[in-house]
């Protein structure tokens, strides 16, 4: 029997999609709290994945994900808003290649976290 890689990190509390980009110049870019948020994530996947090379977790293999978000406050949240700059991040910091490699996506709220908030991940590869 193989075992299928696997991976969990537990993240900052994402900043929302509706926030994700701006207009400048007539150009759409990633706002700056996105850029930062992808840079935590990369930083921290690098130092999750330090002595575990290759550095690609997952390749192009099918994938579920499960994500625990835990709010900084009670305020009402989407959550379908807060998955996308998660999945973008984790592609961007090399976890898997595409987020279209997503068979199955589960999404939990948590309790408040106070003061900041925070995101633990599972991506667990699926077997084809």
């Known amino acids: 029997m193989t075992t299928l890689p696997y991976f969990d990190i537990a993240l900052p509390y994402p900043p929302t999609l509706n926030t994700g980009w701006r207009c400048v110049l007539g150009r ?12 935590v994530v990369r930083d921290r996947v690098l130092a ?3 002595d575990k090379p290759p550095y ?3 390749g192009l293999l099918p994938c579920a994900v499960t994500m625990t978000i835990y709010p900084p406050t009670r305020r009402r949240y989407d959550l ?10 984790l ?3 090399g976890v898997m290649d595409d987020d279209s490699q997503v068979q199955r996506l589960e999404l939990t709220k948590g309790d408040v976290m106070r003061p900041t908030g925070m995101c633990f991940v599972t991506v667990q590869a699926l077997e084809s």
């Open 91 to 93: 592609v961007h910091a």
């Open 48 to 50: 999750v994945l330090a």
């Open 56 to 58: 690609r977790v997952l």
């Open 28 to 39: 759409m870019v990633l706002a700056k709290r996105q850029r930062l948020f992808r840079r």
């Open 80 to 89: 379908d808003n807060l998955a996308k700059p998660v999945l973008d991040a």
